[in-house]
């Protein structure tokens, strides 16, 4: 039976859980899905334990219910301006030409790679493979099987706020669940979303979320660059409550969701009538005047984005355009406004490739983009983990091998207990 995996993608608007199994060709069934608006995270970090946990506490039951399941470990993405990246290489050697490359020398690779000082407050969360070199032979994918004396590979390294990291620990600890370990939203979403065609082609994600805004970049299949930028579609709600006096922040939000249009070109000319209070008269607000206040915040962060893939060098070079994903990039012509800003082409990331049998209509969504991209992920999350020390792995699969030699043992006995005495099998359990 396939291992059913909890996901929790933390972010500062809601917090989403889902609960699912992953499937051939990186397809996945969910089987539980929630969300939760959340209390108690800003966009600094926890502001309030107590309130923090309860939201996690509450989508996970929800999720856990829904599939019928038990939740006691969970992997949790998240973005945050603490999120950092940097490019770094590593060389081993072989006392024989004919050394034939194995997966454990990789492993030994990726040990080397990390073998350097981490920013101090910071934690590494991530090691992304990006080209091998072996030998005189250079840019090379995959290096299995193949043969040489000295092999060089170059890797992205990706590291969070090791503060941010232990209050979000501490938090499920108060539920009773444990942290499996920690993602970037972003960066998994564009390794799911994205095919190795876009990648080789030039691509790019974009990641708008309540408090960030992240940027995933890739040319000739490698990820080039990660950044992501303290501004998100929090800063749109906030224009709507400056330029409309009185207005309540819950209802400058939903304004912004449910009658948002990002290209005030495409506004209607008609007028939006509600009352700021049930005492107050109703308040007038022209639909073209609303997209307006939208676009300016919008295009000041596209603006920023451009600066990023500008310094990349890719700005000429993203050919098969950029894939937009997190819930502020759901508003009525966003990609149009990317296109119009960026001169890029854009696209709403497409998760239903991922999703196989299971919950499919409800998460479908860019909003819901991470947690599914993660769920997928799972089985070959570690290739993009940091790497165990050499001894620590073999030390592993020691006690794994042993623990499997002990439930056999430990079948043996109950069979001859049941066989030979007639004792009921639910009695020996």
Not at 113 to 118: I, K, L, N, S, T
Not at 147 to 173: D, H, N, P, T
Not at 341 to 350: E, I, W
Request: charged share 25%.
């Amino acid at each position: 039976m396939r291992e059913i995996y909890a996901v929790v993608d933390v972010g500062t608007y809601q917090v989403r859980a889902v609960v699912g199994q992953p499937r051939e060709l990186g397809r996945v069934s969910v089987l539980g899905a929630a969300a939760q608006r959340t209390q108690g995270l800003d966009e600094k970090g926890v502001a309030n334990i107590e309130k923090f946990s309860d939201t996690l506490r509450q989508v996970l039951t929800r999720a856990a219910q829904q599939a019928a399941l038990q939740v006691s470990k969970v992997w949790v993405t998240l973005s945050h301006a603490s999120l950092r990246g940097e490019s770094t290489q590593a060389i081993i050697t072989f006392p024989q030409a004919d050394h034939e490359i194995q997966y454990t020398d990789l492993e030994r690779l990726r040990w080397q790679a990390v073998q350097r000082p981490v920013p101090e407050g910071f934690e590494l969360i991530h090691v992304i493979p990006q080209l091998y070199h072996l030998d005189h032979r250079e840019g090379i994918r995959d290096p299995l099987g193949m043969s040489g004396i000295r092999l060089e590979g170059q890797y992205y390294l990706v590291y969070a706020s090791k503060a941010l990291l232990g209050m979000i620990r501490r938090c499920f600890e108060r539920i009773g669940v444990e942290v499996e370990g920690f993602v970037s939203r972003a960066l998994v979403t564009a390794e799911a979303c994205l095919s190795p065609e876009h990648k080789s082609m030039g691509a790019g994600l974009l990641m708008v979320g309540h408090h960030h805004t992240a940027v995933v970049l890739y040319h000739e299949g490698i990820l080039k660059h990660f950044a992501t930028l303290s501004m998100g579609s929090y800063w749109v709600t906030q224009d709507i409550r400056e330029m409309i006096r009185g207005i309540l922040p819950q209802q400058a939000e939903d304004l912004k969701i449910k009658e948002g249009i990002a290209l005030a070109t495409q506004a209607p000319e008609s007028v939006l009538r509600f009352r700021l209070s049930t005492s107050m008269e109703a308040v007038e607000v022209q639909m073209r005047f609303l997209a307006q206040i939208i676009q300016a915040r919008f295009e000041e962060i596209l603006v920023y984005a451009a600066k990023e893939i500008e310094e990349a060098g890719l700005l000429e070079k993203l050919h098969a355009g950029l894939y937009l994903s997190g819930g502020g990039v759901q508003m009525r012509y966003f990609p149009s406004l990317v296109e119009y800003v960026l001169g890029q082409r854009a696209f709403y990331v497409d998760t239903k490739a991922l999703l196989g049998p299971g919950l499919r209509q409800e998460i479908h969504a860019p909003a819901w983009a991470g947690a599914v991209s993660l769920l997928s992920l799972l089985p070959t999350l570690k290739e993009y983990l940091p790497p165990l020390p050499p001894e620590a792995s073999t030390e592993k699969k020691k006690a794994k091998e042993k623990s499997k030699e002990k439930a056999v043992f430990v079948d043996k006995i109950r069979s001859f207990l049941s066989d030979t005495f007639k004792i009921p099998k639910e009695l020996i359990e």
